[in-house]
């Protein structure tokens, strides 16, 4: 049982993401794989000063940033400055998780426990099995290739290739805004968007 989570028992585990599966037959396509390791950083003080700020930063530097996780103990004095600094870092609200209660720390200093979930992206093509039909009705190695490639590079965080995330409480706030704006009428945004990108002016051909 680690520090980080009860749900993760074992130093590296695999997810598989595959878009076909379950057919007899058909070759070994290309495949998302997901790897989780575990990481974890202490001071060698028991409050967050800079030289505690200094030896963190060093180590947040080191570390892939999209794909990190932490926890933090947030029955500390210092967690709300320690937080503020992680986000200063360029790590978002949800990367940072605190502790349960019932964990006990390995020390009463300034201690970070997480995981780096690393994605192994597919290399296309993809020709270890031919581009032909046999008596298996198979398909080639490379098929859907293309799409597991793509879909690893664009996902912004590699636990979605493993669960989704929670999703809000419905809200007809958003969709009457919406309307609202439409039909031009002065109302407060139910979250701030971000500006539009101008755009270039239509070229029309005199005929």
């Known amino acids: 049982m680690t520090i980080f989570s009860k749900k993760i028992t074992l130093i590296s585990i695999f997810f598989i993401i595959s878009v076909l599966s379950g057919c007899a037959g ?68 949800q990367q940072l998780e605190v502790f349960d209660s019932n964990i006990n720390l390995p020390t009463n200093n300034v201690f970070i426990a997480g995981i780096i979930i690393e994605r192994s992206i597919p290399q296309c093509p993809s020709w270890r099995v031919p581009n032909m039909s046999d008596s298996n009705v198979s398909q080639s190695s490379n098929f859907g290739c293309a799409s597991e490639h793509n879909l690893a590079i664009m996902v912004a965080d590699p636990s979605d290739l493993a669960r989704g995330k929670q999703l809000s409480p419905a809200s007809a ?9 439409y039909y031009g009428r002065n109302v407060e945004q139910a979250e701030p968007e971000a500006p539009a990108e101008p755009l270039a002016p239509t070229v029309f051909n005199d005929q």
């Not at 505690?52 to 794909?67: E, G, K």
């Not at 029955?75 to 978002?92: E, M, N």
């Not at 706030?173 to 704006?181: G, H, M, P, Q, V």
């Open 26 to 93: 058909m070759a070994s396509k290309a495949q998302i794989k997901l790897s989780v390791k575990e990481v974890e950083w202490s001071s060698s003080f028991a409050v967050f000063n800079p030289q505690a700020q200094a030896s963190l930063t060093h180590w947040i530097n080191s570390l892939p940033l999209r794909d990190v996780r932490l926890k933090l103990d947030n029955s500390t004095q210092y967690y709300p400055q320690l937080k503020h600094f992680l986000l200063q870092q360029g790590l978002t609200h």
């Open 173 to 181: 706030k958003r969709t009457s805004n919406a309307l609202d704006r």
